[in-house]
């Protein structure tokens, strides 16, 4: 698959304070990438940086096809305003802004779209409710559906799974396989270990200075997992003791 994007180099933070040094990174599309680190460890920077919100510390971003016109967007859901009046099926829309005009709504062709985007996302029996009485998987999917019809060939997530529910997240977790299928690039930022992991192929750990990127099983090391400070060594030893099927996976 051709890469969407090449990290080259890079260094994220601010003036005062570099959060990792170095990276070099293909995201190829077809990708899902995983990216998981102690608070304060860079992913919401690393995330910024590839909206173009913020500029790398050095190094650069390249576009092989070109910057995408759209890149598919999932803020945590602690950053969006609940109490905002809108319906459901409102929300969803707004991922189709770029195909109309500032003074003209949607047409046949793109309502139909935003029908088809709440249906994959399971709120299509929501579609006129206020958001502000959506649980919050609910609003969870109803964003899903908004990302679906950005139509984007890179997809930042960031933590979709925060206070959703299994059936929830495994619902989303089929969209995002979809996307996958379809050769699309998912960026995940994940909070923390879990099954989540078995859908990414490739994994970036941030930590301590250090940005390690490979593939899942070969970063998602005991020894990797607490020199970055992500877990105590009590804590990895726990938990790899207790979960075989993941150390087994991890050392496969």
Same mark, same amino acid.
């Given at each position: 698959?051709? &890469?969407?994007?090449? /990290?080259?180099?890079? #260094?994220? *933070?601010?003036?005062?304070?570099? =959060? !990792?040094? +170095?990276?070099?990174?293909?995201?190829?599309?077809?990708?899902?990438?995983?990216?998981?680190?102690?608070?304060?460890?860079?992913?919401?920077?690393?995330?910024?940086?590839?909206?173009?919100?913020?500029?790398?510390?050095?190094?650069?971003?390249?576009?092989?096809?070109?910057?995408?016109?759209?890149?598919?967007?999932?803020?945590?859901?602690?950053?969006?305003?609940?109490?905002?009046?809108?319906?459901?099926?409102?929300?969803?829309?707004?991922?189709?802004?770029?195909?109309?005009?500032?003074?003209?709504?949607?047409?046949?062709?793109?309502?139909?779209?935003?029908?088809?985007?709440?249906?994959?996302?399971?709120?299509?029996?929501? &579609?006129?409710?206020? /958001?502000?009485?959506? #649980?919050? *998987?609910?609003?969870?999917?109803? =964003? !899903?559906? +908004?990302?679906?019809?950005?139509?984007?060939?890179?997809?930042?997530?960031?933590?979709?799974?925060?206070?959703?529910?299994?059936?929830?997240?495994?619902?989303?977790?089929?969209?995002?396989?979809?996307?996958?299928?379809?050769?699309?690039?998912?960026?995940?930022?994940?909070?923390?270990?879990?099954?989540?992991?078995?859908?990414?192929?490739?994994?970036?750990?941030?930590?301590?200075?250090?940005?390690?990127?490979?593939?899942?099983?070969?970063?998602?090391?005991?020894?990797?997992?607490?020199?970055?400070?992500?877990?105590?060594?009590?804590?990895?030893?726990?938990?790899?003791?207790?979960?075989?099927?993941?150390?087994?996976?991890?050392?496969?």
């Amino acid at each position: 698959m051709p &890469a969407v994007l090449k /990290i080259r180099d890079v #260094s994220l *933070g601010y003036p005062s304070l570099t =959060l !990792f040094r +170095r990276l070099t990174v293909d995201i190829d599309a077809g990708t899902t990438l995983a990216v998981l680190g102690a608070n304060g460890s860079g992913k919401t920077t690393f995330v910024k940086t590839l909206l173009g919100l913020m500029a790398p510390l050095s190094g650069r971003l390249i576009w092989p096809a070109g910057r995408p016109r759209e890149i598919g967007y999932l803020a945590q859901m602690a950053e969006f305003d609940r109490r905002f009046p809108i319906r459901v099926r409102d929300l969803a829309a707004m991922g189709t802004w770029r195909g109309f005009g500032f003074w003209s709504g949607l047409d046949r062709v793109q309502r139909a779209r935003v029908d088809d985007a709440m249906d994959e996302a399971g709120v299509a029996n929501l &579609a006129d409710r206020p /958001i502000h009485t959506l #649980s919050g *998987g609910q609003l969870q999917r109803a =964003l !899903f559906a +908004r990302v679906i019809l950005q139509d984007a060939p890179l997809i930042l997530l960031d933590e979709p799974f925060a206070a959703v529910d299994q059936s929830t997240e495994s619902h989303l977790l089929a969209i995002i396989r979809h996307w996958r299928d379809e050769g699309r690039a998912v960026v995940l930022v994940v909070h923390d270990l879990s099954s989540v992991l078995d859908y990414c192929s490739h994994a970036l750990l941030l930590g301590n200075g250090v940005a390690t990127y490979g593939l899942v099983n070969d970063v998602l090391t005991p020894e990797q997992l607490v020199s970055q400070g992500y877990m105590s060594q009590s804590q990895a030893s726990w938990m790899f003791r207790t979960d075989a099927s993941r150390t087994a996976r991890l050392h496969a």
